[in-house]
């Protein structure tokens, strides 16, 4: 078994966690995006994409890039790299973006604090991956001594975006989904908040950026 493998059963009785519907981030401020990102996308969906790879490439690459650079590249992004943790419990495979505060950008490295699974076509299936692969994160995070207390995670087709959260064993999954035609603004507000959350847990990384 696999990241790519679970059900929402199989999370539930694995490892004992619950799921939750909940809007998240009513209250997030939206954040402009550049012209430089304006443009990159504009020309990505002008171009067509017909796989997963081709999605992530065009679509979600420009949109982490632009975050990394508004945030001094305080965070490594690692694309389409392994994060096998247990193979025992099947928190093993691949993840198509993982974020992480480790500076090290050769291998997965704690902390881990956003995954992003990029599909096709079923968001719904990239949610319950997204979901596993929280779970490993949290566990390699704990394994490393870098507990993380509150991981984010999100599924997107590369045009629609679904966040979740993972804390206190409960995977809440937001109740909005978000077009970057025209909701752009409050995807970038929503990962530019996801980061500066998580740098709450790492009091040394707030000087960073």
Known sequence: MAYSDFTVNDLKEKFNVEFKGQQLFSDVQALEPTDWLTTSLEIAQGSGFSTEKSRSERL?????????????????IFSGA???????LGLKGECDFILSFSRLQDFVMSPVFCITEAKKLDIEKGTIQSAAQLIGAKMMNEMDGKPVETLYGCSTTGVEWRFLKYADNQIIVDEVRYNIEGKLPRILGILQYIIKESKKQFPELVAVA
């Open 82 to 88: 392994n994060m096998d943790v247990s193979e025992e």
């Open 60 to 76: 979600v690459t420009p949109i982490l890039l632009e975050l990394s650079n508004r945030n001094r590249h305080s965070f490594s």
